[in-house]
C-alpha cells in the first residue's frame, strides 16, 4: 500500500477512484478482522460458561489462581419497554438525571428548525462537512 501518494496532482476522478478502492481495501479487513474476531469470542464464551459454572459450583464470587483471578459480578440492566411511561415517570420524580446525557441529533434538528426561536440555553451546535463518494452507476 502505497501511502506517500501526491493526491495533490490528482483529478477530481483519480481521487475518487482512490477514495473507492481504500475504503474496499478497508471493508475487506474489516470483514476479516471481524470473521477472526468471531472465532475468538466464541472461545471466550465458552471459557466464560465453564468458569462461571466454576464459580457456582463453589458459590464464589472470585477464584484466585495463579494465572489470574477469576470474578463473577452481576450486572444489572435497566430497558423500559414503555418510553412514554418513563418519560412521565422521569417529569414525575423529578429525576431528569436517570436519563443519559446525550442529545438525538436528527430529533434536535427538526426540532429547532420547527421552532427557531426556542433555542435550548447552553447548547452548542458544531457542523462539518464531510466527502462522501458513490460508485458510478452501472449502466
Not at 506517500?4 to 481495501?25: G, I, K, T
Not at 428548525?113 to 452548542?124: L, T, V
Request: proline share 4%.
Amino acid at each position: 500500500m502505497d501511502t506517500n501518494v501526491n493526491y495533490d496532482a490528482m483529478s477530481s476522478a483519480e481521487l475518487a477512484e482512490q477514495h473507492l478502492y481504500y475504503r474496499d481495501q478497508k471493508a475487506i479487513l474489516k470483514q476479516k478482522y471481524e470473521a477472526a474476531a468471531a472465532i475468538l469470542d466464541a472461545e471466550l464464551s465458552a471459557i466464560d460458561a465453564q468458569m462461571m459454572i466454576l464459580c457456582n459450583e463453589q458459590d464464589a464470587s472470585s477464584i484466585k489462581t495463579d494465572k489470574g483471578t477469576i470474578i463473577r459480578s452481576l450486572k444489572t440492566r435497566y430497558e423500559p419497554k414503555d418510553w412514554d411511561a418513563m418519560y412521565e415517570f422521569v417529569l414525575d420524580n423529578n429525576a431528569p438525571y436517570l436519563l443519559q446525557k446525550r442529545i438525538n441529533e436528527s430529533a434536535m434538528k427538526d426540532f429547532l428548525e420547527a421552532n427557531p426561536d426556542r433555542f435550548p440555553k447552553g447548547m452548542n451546535i458544531a457542523s462539518e462537512y464531510k466527502i462522501s463518494v458513490r460508485k458510478p452507476s452501472k449502466k
